[in-house]
C-alpha cells in the first residue's frame, strides 16, 4: 500500500466520494467497477477530455494521473473493449470513454482517433471499518444491482426514450420533453437505463428541470448489457416513483439494435407495459421506418411520436406521417410540440392544460 496525489477523478467514480491523496494497492481485483488508478502516456487532439465527478469536462494530457474504473464497451460509434484477465502495476490498457471507463481497447473509430495509452499504477483502497486501517478495493456505485428486482411504477405514467442508433437525438429529446412538463406543472423524475457510464446527460436533464434523477452507474455497472438491462430498469422505474412524481421520463442509451441491453429491455414483458408512451429518435427516414418496423413486430409497441435528425425540416416530418402514419416533432426546433404530444400520449392534458401565452392574454 502506497500513497498517490491523483490530478482528475472520473465521474464513473462519483459515489466513492474520492479525495485527490489517496491510498493504492497493487492487488488488483480484474473485475468490472473496480477503481484504479493510471498515468496517462500519450496526447490526443480529438475525443481528449474527462468528465469529472462534478460533471465538468477536463482536457486530458500526457502525464495526468486520473482515477477511473475497470470496464468494457461495444460502443458503434466509439471504442470497443474489454476488462483483461488480468492487471498489475505497469500494465498498459485503454481508457474507453470519457467518462472513464478503463479497458483493453479492441477496435477503434477512426473519427475518435485511437484511445489514451494508460499506464496502471494500482487499485484504490478504501477504508470502510472504523477505527481500523483495512483496506479494501474501491467500487463504482451507491449499491449492488439486485438481478431479481421487481417493478413497481405505483401507477406513475413513464416515458421512454428510444433510439435507431448511437447519436440519434435521445437525449436532446428527452431534454424537450422534460422541460415541457416542468412549463406545465408536472413534477418529472428521469433516469438513463442503457448505454457506458457518463453522466453527461442526467445532468441534462436536471437542467431541463428533471426533479430527480438516476443512471445505471448507481448500481456499480458501467457499462449495460442484456443481462442486466431489466433489472436495472426495474430497479429505477422502482426508485423513481417514489416521491409521487407526475410522469417518469427514462432514457435508452445506444439503439434498438446494440449491445447495451435495449432489446432485453422492451422484450421484458413487465417492462413493456410498465411503459406508457415510447418516443423513437431516429437519425435519416430510412431509420426512422426500420425502428418503426421493429417496434411493432418485434416488441408490439406502437411509438408514440418519431424525433430526431430524421425530423430536421418539414420534408422528414412529412415522409415519416405519409409512409409510417405515425406523428413527428423535431425535439430542437417544435420542443414545445414535442413534449405536447408525449403529455397527451400519457394521457395528463386534461390534468396540465396549455397555459394561455401571452399573446393569447
Known amino acids: 500500500m502506497r500513497s498517490v496525489v491523483v490530478d482528475k477523478i472520473a465521474s464513473i467514480t462519483q459515489a466513492c466520494g474520492l479525495g485527490h491523496e489517496l491510498r493504492i494497492s497493487a492487488d488488483i481485483p480484474c473485475e468490472e467497477g473496480v477503481v484504479?488508478?493510471?498515468?496517462?502516456?500519450?496526447?490526443?487532439?480529438?475525443?481528449?477530455?474527462?468528465?469529472?465527478?462534478?460533471?465538468?469536462?477536463?482536457?486530458?494530457?500526457?502525464?495526468?494521473?486520473?482515477?477511473?474504473?475497470?470496464?468494457?464497451?461495444?460502443?458503434?460509434?466509439?471504442?470497443?473493449?474489454?476488462?483483461?484477465?488480468?492487471?498489475?502495476?505497469?500494465?498498459?490498457?485503454?481508457?474507453?470513454?470519457?467518462?472513464?471507463?478503463?479497458?483493453?481497447?479492441?477496435?477503434?473509430?477512426?473519427?475518435?482517433?485511437?484511445?489514451?495509452?494508460?499506464?496502471?499504477?494500482?487499485?484504490?483502497?478504501?477504508?470502510?471499518?472504523?477505527?481500523?486501517?483495512?483496506?479494501?478495493?474501491?467500487?463504482?456505485?451507491?449499491?449492488?444491482?439486485?438481478?431479481?428486482?421487481?417493478?413497481?411504477?405505483?401507477?406513475?405514467?413513464?416515458?421512454?426514450?428510444?433510439?435507431?442508433?448511437?447519436?440519434?437525438?435521445?437525449?436532446?429529446?428527452?431534454?424537450?420533453?422534460?422541460?415541457?412538463?416542468?412549463?406545465?406543472g408536472l413534477a418529472v423524475h428521469a433516469f438513463k437505463a442503457?448505454?457506458?457510464?457518463?453522466?453527461?446527460?442526467?445532468?441534462?436533464?436536471?437542467?431541463?428541470?428533471?426533479?430527480?434523477?438516476m443512471i445505471f452507474t448507481d448500481f456499480g455497472v458501467g457499462t449495460t448489457t442484456a443481462r442486466v438491462g431489466p433489472a436495472l430498469t426495474r430497479a429505477m422505474l422502482t426508485e423513481m416513483a417514489q416521491g409521487h412524481p407526475d410522469i417518469i421520463v427514462f432514457e435508452l442509451g445506444d439503439g434498438l439494435l446494440g449491445t447495451y441491453g435495449v432489446e432485453s429491455i422492451l422484450a421484458a414483458p413487465d417492462i413493456r407495459q410498465a411503459i406508457t408512451v415510447l418516443a423513437l429518435s431516429a437519425n435519416d427516414p430510412v431509420a426512422a421506418w426500420g425502428g418503426v418496423k421493429l417496434l411493432r413486430e418485434r416488441f408490439q409497441i406502437e411509438p408514440a411520436v418519431v424525433t430526431g435528425p430524421a425530423t430536421d425540416n418539414q420534408v422528414g416530418v412529412d415522409i415519416i406521417g405519409q409512409q409510417m402514419g405515425v406523428a413527428a416533432a423535431n425535439a430542437i426546433t417544435s420542443g414545445a410540440e414535442l413534449g405536447d404530444r408525449i403529455i397527451a400520449a400519457a394521457g395528463l392534458a386534461e390534468r396540465f392544460p396549455l397555459k394561455p401565452t401571452a399573446e393569447s392574454e
Open 36 to 184: 484504479v488508478v493510471v498515468e496517462v502516456l500519450t496526447n490526443k487532439s480529438t475525443y481528449n477530455t474527462l468528465e469529472l465527478t462534478s460533471g465538468r469536462m477536463a482536457k486530458v494530457s500526457k502525464g495526468d494521473v486520473v482515477v477511473g474504473a475497470l470496464g468494457h464497451r461495444k460502443a458503434l460509434f466509439g471504442y470497443s473493449g474489454h476488462v483483461p484477465e488480468s492487471i498489475k502495476p505497469g500494465d498498459v490498457i485503454q481508457m474507453l470513454n470519457i467518462g472513464g471507463v478503463l479497458g483493453v481497447c479492441d477496435s477503434i473509430n477512426a473519427d475518435k482517433g485511437r484511445p489514451f495509452d494508460c499506464r496502471v499504477l494500482g487499485v484504490v483502497l478504501q477504508f470502510p471499518y472504523l477505527g481500523e486501517r483495512i483496506g479494501v478495493p474501491a467500487r463504482i456505485g451507491q449499491r449492488p444491482l439486485d438481478l431479481n428486482a421487481t417493478l413497481d411504477t405505483q401507477g406513475v405514467p413513464v416515458v421512454a426514450l428510444a433510439g435507431t442508433c448511437m447519436e440519434a437525438g435521445k437525449t436532446a429529446a428527452a431534454c424537450a420533453i422534460i422541460a415541457r412538463m416542468r412549463h406545465r
Open 194 to 213: 442503457t448505454g457506458v457510464s457518463l453522466r453527461r446527460d442526467i445532468l441534462a436533464m436536471e437542467d431541463a428541470g428533471a426533479r430527480k434523477t
